[in-house]
């Protein structure tokens, strides 16, 4: 107790002094942090001027919020905040389970080597770079493409499928779910691998079935890790892979597959508006920051784990 | 006691490996740093020691080599067909024959892209000289000599009297390369014939047309019956294949489908000094709808949207279209190349489509002699004089040839005064192709400080089947309608592009679905016309009017 009268500096010096081994080790952490983090911050300030490369960004005119109010009145601003959010959040509530679900399921079979290799297999579309995944992507979806004459027998199209609006959403959530559920499995077969055996047992003697005890020892004995990747998935959600759409989008369907990246990449690449891009960068960080703030929140008033 | 002394000397031992971790991601720029400024401290002092020299004799003609072993600096970004067997160009055979012509040596500060180069400006040390398209740079490159990154070449023209012959030779030249206040932005890279403008165009399967007996198609009609006839008779599954480049930008954007409706492009155009921009006119739609025909009667490739060249070219050589837009070089060397073992197998050029048989096409792929691309003095150069003598050499006799033809004896020969290159180029012993052998010893392929001379191209497209298909591409009244290489002034430039930004989406989104048929054309009037106007097209063009009249005026 007498602790917590002394001053804040006078119980930093002590601290230094009794760990200084743990604080020389976090110093290089935190100077990367200034450094590469913190100190490029001050760019931000791109955003309200007419950047010159020459001039530097103090040397640049200052245009306040023109660039934002530009974006605010384009014609197409609502489509792609629209399309921003759509692609987003379903990317997230279909595609955010399935990790989760595969490593339930693998955490059942019993065969170790079957175990194994399936792992294996599932890990290896994620190293697989994505300029060859759209590839792969335009081939089968084509009009001679496999997965259009699959389809064919559902429906009776035979036009490729990335030239209908209504086809992008499917396939760029469906493939992204191909593409990660192994690697993202990872981190929840470790945390399953964290519950306590004894548990289980103490539901099978309460006569739970494999079912019951998925639902009342494995789930919570992993919703601890679920609810921080839910929210670290949630503070990007204005961040929508402009690459893997840039590969695969074209101009007939931008109505659902232009979002707000593609769109300034468009601008940027017409005239090297450095001041354009940086004042929508602001724009999707604030709305990620404040929907991580938000869901902070209610993750801490609805269980105990939050970020901070 | 001893153990947390150990546990200490480990922890500072990884803090410093994790500490000299993150440094390295800075090490690298910063040693850069440091070699460029050693560099351009080098070349300054250089060329102030040999400055004074040339005060001395005040000679303003230039004689080279030029004496006094001046050293500049200059910028550009990596040409990957230079770069993949040099360092950079002053390591080619032509880098070391231009500065041993001049007496001027040249030190490359290369950089990978247009966004490197950006940011050699913010650092702050300028080149000499700059190697550049200043599209690249917003506000173009009378931004550019604001933000004091150019020097003008007003000035030092005096040193520079064959440069100067080049631009009295031709009015388009001298006006396209100021800016619309009369500066001089630098050493041009101009096209110096109309032969070399079009290298892009129709290419149809010449053999198919031979064993069907049909003559090449002039109108819309008749590239229909054959389309048609290509499918029925040819097995042709998409009779013209092709990629929404090709398509849009070609195809309507530069009037290869556009004539018959009326309408010389979709892009901007002028008649009689009146800028009109096609894709906000209603003969665009006549245009729109005979392409649409074509999609839904299965003669285009309904894949046209998701396609690359690679899959056009491979069609056209199977037997799987007998239509496609390419160029001359690239596409259609590539394809007789390929395919040379096959004695049937023969493309020819198709013109533009016209109304009538027999009318002269309005319009065809036509790029502007202007193209853009200078080496510029920048205002830190600490020797302008030689600089500007240097950038004269491309313009003189000597220069011309070592730029478009190489070093004679080596890469060239003049036989019955015209210079043919060698078999070093031409059929390489060692297999490289025209272009990566051509690379060793000019810079025709490419750009430079230099006028082009159309007898690259006559020997580079040597082949019957490209001569004739650059013959017929170009028959149009291309350079009636063009465009000069214009800059929009500063005032309206952001007004500008915040314009194009939306409109051009709109067009290239309501390309697509009037060809494909998801959207229909009754629409057009109603819809089309009116969303761009309410997008403010009218303003664009009324933009453009006034960079076109300032273009005029200068």
Known sequence: MRNDKKSFGKRLGRDLKKYSGVYIMVLPVVIFYLLFCYKPMYGILIAFKDFSPAAGILGSDWVGFRYFKEFFHSYYFTRILKNTLV?????????????????????????????????????????????????????????????????????????????????????????????????????????????????????????????????????????????????????????????????????????????????????????????????????????????????????????????? | MKQKNRSRVIACLLSGVLLLGTMSGCGSTETGKQEESKQTSAASQNASESSTEESVSEDKTPVYPLEGGTKLTMAMVENTVVSQRFENLMETPFGKAWQEATGVEIEILQVADNEAMNLIFAGGELPDLIWWNFDGYAGGASKAIKDKIIEPLNDYMEYAPDLQAVFDSKEAWSKGCKTNDGDIIGAPFLRGDDYLLTYTGMIIRQDWLDDLGLDAPQTPDELYDVLKAFKEKKGADVPFSTRTYQLQTIAVENGLFTSPFGLPKADWYQKDGVVHYGYAEKEYKDALAYLNKLYTDGLLDPNFQTNDDNTFRANIMNGNAGLVIDMVGGGMGTMLKTMEDDPSFDVAGLRSLVKNRGDIPMCTQYNNSVTGTYVVMTPTCKNKEVAAKFLNYGYTEAGHMLFNFGIEGTSYTMVDGYPTYSDYIMNNPDGLTKVEAMVEYTKAYDVGPFVQDRRYQEQYSNLPQQQAALSAWSDTDAAKYAMPSLTIPEEYLSEYSSLMGDIKTYISEMFIKYVTGLESLDTFESEYLNTLKSMGVDRAIEIKQKALDSFNAR
């Open chain 1, 87 to 308: 692609i987003s959040l379903t990317s997230i509530i279909v595609g955010f389970p399935m990790p989760i679900i595969f490593a339930l399921l693998l955490n059942e079979i019993k065969n170790q080597k079957f175990k194994r290799i399936t792992q294996t297999i599932s890990y290896m579309p994620h190293f697989i770079s994505l300029v060859v995944v759209c590839s792969m992507i335009k081939m089968f979806t084509a009009s001679n493409g496999f997965i259009t004459y699959i389809l064919s027998f559902f429906g009776g199209q035979d036009y490729s499928l990335l030239t209908r609006p209504g086809y992008f959403l499917p396939i760029y959530v469906l493939s992204g779910i191909w593409q990660e559920i192994g690697w993202g499995s990872i981190i929840y077969l470790a945390a399953l691998s964290g519950i306590d055996q004894e548990l289980y047992e103490a539901a099978r003697i309460d006569g739970a079935g494999r079912w019951k005890q998925t639902l009342h020892v494995t789930l919570p004995g992993i919703s601890g890790t679920i609810i921080i990747m839910l929210l670290l998935r949630i503070g990007n959600i204005m961040n929508v892979g402009h690459e893997k759409i840039l590969l695969l989008y074209n101009p007939g369907i931008y109505e659902t597959a232009d979002v707000i990246s593609t769109f300034v990449y468009r601008k940027g690449l017409q005239d090297y508006q450095w001041g354009y891009s940086t004042a929508v960068g602001i724009f999707n960080s604030i709305i990620n920051f404040t929907v991580v703030m938000v869901f902070n929140k209610i993750s801490k008033k609805v269980s105990e784990v939050s970020l901070w």
